[in-house]
């Protein structure tokens, strides 16, 4: 049922994301409050409005960023975190939109402040977070770098127009500085962390700034501190789940406007 500015949807189609698999596993619980059915994201057509609600339409096809609650044939969400699906994409398309596409907002350009021009680099740019990635650097006047541990997935961003790609292994470094001239990259979006951290922090210009989103190579590794105040490195940490819902209301927005 939907509360005050909520939107009740009657699902067409979820995406599965990694988070979803996690918290089956009982590691990755929803924030308090929120509906404890998986699905992180979904699509449908507008089934009932909430109390205040005038920005959508009974019937109106949407697409929806979810705390929980979409792998289920309805679910209410805030109106906020909707967006209208456009016409030439299908209902299941769309469901896979949402969650990889303000994740990569929120960190390229929230928090990792990315500015036309700048160099960025992407590790585990082969997951669904990391191919819209590269695709939005892309539009948004930046230059990606894509890495990843295998070289054969990699080769499949050429088809989103990357260039650039790096294999994760022992020259990895080496290889991101020789295509920025020596220099490094202006920015990091760290899908992986675990052992490649520190590799990755190498691979960054002085006052370079890394956005910490994913952690599936591991979340513990030995660091030189040093190396971060040295070349006045900023790191942030992020997650968009737990986030208040006007935060993301204004994410959505600001994507949606984009």
């Known amino acids: 049922v939907p509360g005050a500015g909520e939107v009740l949807i009657r699902v067409a189609a979820a995406g599965l994301n990694r988070a979803d698999l996690l918290q089956m596993r009982g590691q990755y619980p929803p924030p308090p409050g929120a509906s404890s059915i998986p699905g992180l994201e979904c699509a449908g057509v507008v089934d009932r409005l909430g109390e205040g609600v005038d920005s959508v339409r009974l019937g109106d096809r949407v697409m ?9 044939e309805w679910v209410a969400v805030p109106a906020g975190q909707l967006m209208p699906v456009p016409e030439n994409l299908t209902l299941e398309e769309a469901a896979a939109i949402p969650e990889a596409a303000l994740t990569a907002w929120t960190n390229l350009v929230g928090e990792g402040e990315l500015r036309a021009g700048e160099t960025v680099l992407v590790t585990g740019a082969t997951s669904g977070i990391g191919t819209f990635a590269v695709q939005l650097i892309r539009e948004l006047g930046g230059k990606a770098i894509a890495a990843a541990r295998s070289a054969e997935r990699l080769e499949k961003l050429r088809d989103f127009g990357v260039e650039n790609l790096v294999p994760l292994d022992a020259g990895y470094p080496k290889r991101v500085r020789d295509l920025t001239g020596g220099r490094g990259v202006d920015l990091v ?13 190498d691979c960054m210009a002085e006052r370079g700034r890394l956005v910490l989103v994913g952690l599936t190579a591991g979340r513990k590794v030995e660091v030189d501190l040093s190396v971060v105040l040295k070349r006045r490195l900023r790191l ?15 994410l959505v927005r600001g994507f949606a406007a984009f």
């Open 64 to 72: 929806a960023l979810l705390a929980g609650g979409g792998q289920a």
């Open 189 to 201: 979006l760290d899908l992986v962390a675990g052992e490649w951290f520190p590799p990755t922090l």
């Open 236 to 250: 942030v940490g992020s997650v968009l789940r737990a986030r208040p819902i006007a935060e993301k209301t204004e």
